[in-house]
């Protein structure tokens, strides 16, 4: 038997959040490898084509930089860019005739893509509920250490 009750929430939201809730939080939790965009793994997948293709290279850079999207994401994220490749096929071919649409059943996976794609946007914090408390730390200003350290290493 499963876990009861709804999905945890992430701990870098939880933090992000301010820790709402004021539970311990798993220091030991595995942080997965953030994606540079200067990597392989930052270009849109040759499966993905059309629609879903567009929608990678609008979204993936953002949530890449941002950090919402990291190594281990990409399989889900890219599941997320089919389905939203699909629910706008879907919807395509429900606009032209309702009622054809429905009685081929067009409508019906319409619908079910439209609640895949949600499900996973809320996922990754692409909505603007999942992502209504969030708030971004501002970046700390360089001691003169720091600068004086990444000089020197300049000059080595």
């Not at 709804?6 to 595995?30: D, M």
């Not at 949530?63 to 089919?82: K, R, W």
């Not at 606009?95 to 067009?106: Q, T």
């Not at 794609?117 to 501002?138: H, T």
Request: with cysteine; hydrophobic share 35%.
């Amino acid at each position: 038997m499963g876990r009861r009750g709804p999905a945890p929430e992430p701990t870098a939201l939880r933090v992000l959040r301010g820790n709402p809730g004021k539970r311990a939080i798993n220091h030991e939790e595995p942080r997965p490898e953030l994606i540079g965009r200067d990597s392989p793994l930052a270009k849109c997948p040759k499966t993905l084509t059309g629609e879903a293709k567009t929608l990678w290279d609008r979204v993936a850079p953002g949530a890449m930089q941002t950090g919402l999207l990291t190594l281990v994401d990409l399989p889900n994220f890219e599941a997320y860019c089919v389905s939203y490749a699909r629910w706008r096929q879907f919807e395509k071919l429900t606009g032209k005739n309702l009622e054809l649409a429905i009685s081929k059943g067009y409508r019906n996976g319409a619908v079910k893509e439209r609640q895949l794609m949600l499900q996973f946007s809320a996922r990754f914090g692409f909505d603007p509920s999942s992502r209504s408390n969030v708030k971004i730390p501002p970046a700390k200003p360089e001691s003169k250490a720091d600068a004086f350290r990444a000089r020197k290493l300049e000059t080595a």
